[in-house]
């Protein structure tokens, strides 16, 4: 294989691999009943007229598995942060104790699973469609290879190679997804 060839297969697997990394980011924002501090990630709270995440305006630690404490590094921003906690859509009823803002994380309901792990199909669909999008982009390149002059084996090659690719991180995605299922469903 030539070295256009190569750099295209490093593309694409790196293409690939991102698709991964965020749909393991979107499954830490899916909670499994367990209190963690990445279920909050996302939130942005309004801080000295800035959108910031909340992470940057306070530290959050889960003492307990029901339970997410919220501590801002400046307790005049209280108010924002349980403001965006609530915006967020996210389920929680945060308690502002003054100096903490206490999120009791409640247990979750075999339907709220079920709609957990729906939720956690359409991630893994979208994920599967970014690994696709990413395989059709690279094999547009092998037919452009071929097209300036690179031999019909050697661009069926790359193509196979680019296939293999594919249900290589297809098969991750459905393994991943399979873990995050039995993890939602565990009781």
Do not use: W
């Amino acid at each position: 294989m030539n070295d256009d060839a190569i750099l295209c297969l490093e593309e694409a697997e790196e293409g690939m691999l991102h698709s991964i990394e965020h749909l393991e980011r979107e499954f830490q924002k899916i909670r499994a009943g367990k209190a963690s501090p990445s279920m909050l990630a996302g939130v942005r709270v309004e801080y000295y007229g800035t959108s910031t995440p909340i992470e940057q305006t306070s530290n959050i630690n889960t003492p307990d598995p029901r339970q997410i404490i919220v501590q801002p590094f400046d307790k005049s921003t209280i108010n924002d942060i349980e403001k965006a906690i609530l915006n967020a859509n996210l389920g929680f009823n945060p308690q502002n104790e003054g100096e903490i803002i206490r999120i009791n994380v409640p247990p979750l309901t075999e339907e709220r699973r079920m709609d957990l792990v729906k939720n956690a199909k359409q991630v893994v669909e979208e994920t599967k469609v970014g690994i696709r999008n990413v395989r059709r982009h690279a094999n547009d390149e092998a037919k452009k290879f071929e097209k300036d002059g690179m031999p019909e084996d050697m661009a069926k090659h790359l193509m196979d190679e680019i296939q293999k690719l594919t249900d290589q991180h297809t098969k991750k995605v459905d393994e991943l997804f399979e873990l995050k299922e039995k993890d939602i469903l565990t009781v």
